[in-house]
């Protein structure tokens, strides 16, 4: 039977994930480093530090899943990129990886990010756009990547490499920018933005979690983007959300500075991963009118990271 | 007194460009091969073969001229990408920069463009993205680009290179995208076009004339995009054509096939001439509106270069 072990199943993506793998009939392990974190029927949750070599080691020998969706991460907004932590999910992810191979594991899916590419290109492709991360975050994820393709050199064991782009939807941290603009705007407080006149490519946290269960499944090596190919400027996206929040204001252009290599554009092309199967399925304005259904309901808590 | 000389006056650019450089207060030389060419008031017009390097030499040694706007170039639509006259143009053209410098002449602005970059990287950045023509006319404009320089280096004579991306606008040869779309539209034939997912980056022709009478007076020196900066799919643009003309047809997307290594994205970034004062003024949307209006006009005749 096909079994997937999942790690940070309880994150921002891993939540989308897990109600798409039990739909594609798999059997879900799910690995969390604190009980109360299980909140979910989705998996078998098992508790274990990913840090812990030993720990995991014994982890996937007793589970020896067929697959590993490797989520987990230091994501918290804000700090994540610059944070010494970025190093040891590197060595983690190593020995995650190694121990999955070595307990008979066929295929790990594992998400990279856009940060590994030289944003001064702006227009992401796999095999064309050179990798020249300015964040330690996507240093590590750089070398993690590299790293993994040696030590699964020589071994039955498959890597797809996941690069994402920007993800937004239900759950996404309160500090980035959609969740920061809705709150502002429902506060009646003024929006500050930077110039606005950048473009960037969303992907709605479904079409993200469903690029990841089909990935599982697709016998391609290699890299993935997993974005949505489409230049979407801040100014729009602003301006879309004050539109469907009925909102009258004028959103503070300007107001934020930005460094001097922002890039004016930062999108990923995503023929390679069309190409296997996969497309996005919800448009911007559907994603960010279901971002506000969810984002009104009354609920236990605003994750924060 | 400022006085340029305009290569290419009677053409799709510099048709647009003559009115602007009278109104900055340019005595205007312009050159044609043909003498009824010279349909315009706007400038002193000159005969002489640009392929014939003594002309040329005696016309600049004539005019004097201290300025030189170098559009002249083999634009025949879809003959120019492979013509082998491309190489005559580049002679001719580096001919007449050795003749604008050996008769004083300051600053030359040259019409390069977007097909010397690599379009596999889809962004194009002046210092970032590398040059990788893929036709002979991309190899020929950024051959002549990296010659001039050796040629003009040590000279008083500054080079200003321009790499235009997609203009559009009245006078647009009639085989290309938007004048044949608007004629199908207008005549009730079917609209044919490719998958219509690419995204190009059009600049309205007065726009692209603007940029180049700005060029003409900014100190400096270097490779400069003119463009918009905004991607813009070929899908929406047509769709955009079907609703300002009431058309009320369905576009056959797909009906015309694409090479396998056509671009999903060609956007030039602007940064660089917004630095310097210049900036796209007319929408796309206006542009359109413009170029419907004058494309509706009984005329003479319709260009087909």
């Not at 991460?73 to 999955?100: I, V």
């Not at 309901?297 to 994750?303: C, G, K, L, N, Y």
Request: with cysteine; aromatic share 8%; hydrophobic share 45%.
């Amino acid at each position: 039977m096909k079994h997937v072990l999942v790690t940070g199943a309880n994150g921002f993506i891993g939540r989308a994930v897990l109600p798409l793998l039990a739909a594609r009939g798999w059997r879900v392990s799910a690995v969390s480093r604190q009980p109360q974190d299980t909140d979910s029927a989705l998996a078998s949750w098992h508790t274990a530090d990913l840090f812990d070599t030993d720990a995991t080691a014994q982890l996937l020998g007793h589970l020896r899943p067929t697959h590993l969706l490797h989520l987990a991460w230091n994501t918290e907004h804000g700090r994540f990129w610059q944070a010494p932590d970025n190093l040891d999910w590197m060595s983690a992810s190593l020995s995650l990886l190694r121990a999955f191979a070595e307990n008979g594991g066929k295929r790990a899916v594992v998400s990279g990010t856009c940060a590994e590419y030289d944003w001064s290109h702006g227009f992401c492709r796999e095999d064309v756009t050179p990798c020249a991360p300015r964040s330690l975050y996507g240093e590590a994820k750089l070398a993690t990547h590299h790293l993994a393709r040696h030590l699964l050199a020589g071994t039955d064991t498959q890597l797809a490499w996941a690069r994402v782009f920007f993800p937004y939807g239900p759950g996404e941290a309160a500090g980035r920018l959609i969740p920061s603009v809705m709150r502002a705007m429902d506060a009646g407080e003024p929006v500050r933005c930077s110039h606005g006149q950048q473009y960037r490519d969303f992907l709605h946290v479904d079409d993200v979690a469903a690029a990841f269960a089909h990935l599982l499944d697709v016998a391609d090596d290699g890299v993935f983007n997993i974005a949505s190919g489409i230049p979407v400027q801040l100014r729009h996206l602003v301006l879309t959300l004050a539109r469907l929040m009925h909102w009258t204001g004028t959103p503070d252009f300007g107001a934020i500075a930005v460094p001097a290599d922002d890039p004016p554009l930062l999108v990923g092309d995503i023929t390679r991963l069309r190409a296997t199967g996969w497309q996005p399925t919800v448009t911007l304005e559907d994603g960010l009118i279901h971002t506000l259904a969810d984002w009104r309901q009354p609920r236990q808590h605003h994750r924060s990271s």
